[in-house]
């Protein structure tokens, strides 16, 4: 496939596309077999684009006012969920700082006591890793079945 272009195609889409070419590119439209055809497909493509546009269906006002109620309330949404979330861990953070600060050293002292438990005892690592586990996979489990159905 040869593909001679002519310096002059860029021009004649720009004509094209504004629906006039002057008679200087006309002329050379006339003489470059590249622009011709060219102008040939490029006209027809623009001829199907301007009657897809003149033949769309224009919605009706009802239509359009209530696409945008229904964005509207869309972003609300969007926007009490992101405020929600923001005072969700707004409220988690303090909330640890205050069990911290109010029970920290009780539970340090029974942290430390469970770490030992668990040292002594492996079927008990092994009970509280299972259960761990399970609370995590749980929810994830619950949420890709939510998300699947
Ligand atoms: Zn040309």
Same mark, same amino acid.
């Given at each position: 496939?040869?593909?001679?272009?002519?310096?002059? =195609?860029? =021009?004649?889409?720009?004509?094209? &596309?504004?629906?006039? !070419?002057?008679?200087?590119?006309?002329?050379?439209? /006339?003489?470059?077999? %590249?622009? %011709?055809?060219?102008?040939?497909?490029? &006209?027809?493509?623009?001829?199907?684009?301007?009657?897809?546009?003149? =033949?769309?269906?224009?919605?009706?006002?009802?239509?359009?006012?209530?696409?945008?109620?229904?964005?509207?309330?869309?972003? !609300?949404? /969007?926007?009490?969920?992101? %405020?929600?979330? !923001?005072? @969700?861990? /707004?409220?988690? !953070?303090?909330?640890?700082?205050?069990?911290?600060?109010?029970?920290?050293? =009780?539970?340090?002292?029974?942290?430390?006591?469970?770490?030992? /438990?668990?040292?002594?005892?492996?079927?008990?690592?092994?009970?509280?890793?299972?259960?761990?586990?399970?609370?995590?996979?749980?929810?994830?489990?619950?949420?890709?079945?939510?998300? @699947?159905?």
């Amino acid at each position: 496939m040869s593909a001679v272009r002519c310096p002059l =195609e860029d =021009e004649l889409l720009d004509a094209l &596309g504004r629906g006039y !070419v002057n008679a200087e590119l006309a002329a050379h439209v /006339a003489g470059c077999s %590249s622009c %011709s055809e060219l102008q040939l497909v490029a &006209g027809a493509l623009l001829y199907e684009h301007a009657t897809a546009v003149s =033949e769309a269906p224009m919605p009706t006002a009802g239509t359009v006012w209530w696409r945008m109620q229904i964005r509207h309330r869309h972003e !609300v949404q /969007a926007a009490a969920r992101r %405020s929600l979330f !923001v005072g @969700q861990a /707004a409220t988690l !953070v303090i909330s640890l700082i205050l069990v911290g600060a109010f029970f920290g050293v =009780e539970l340090t002292v029974g942290l430390r006591e469970i770490v030992a /438990a668990v040292r002594l005892s492996t079927p008990l690592m092994v009970t509280v890793g299972a259960w761990l586990l399970l609370l995590l996979v749980a929810p994830i489990a619950g949420y890709v079945a939510i998300r @699947q159905k």
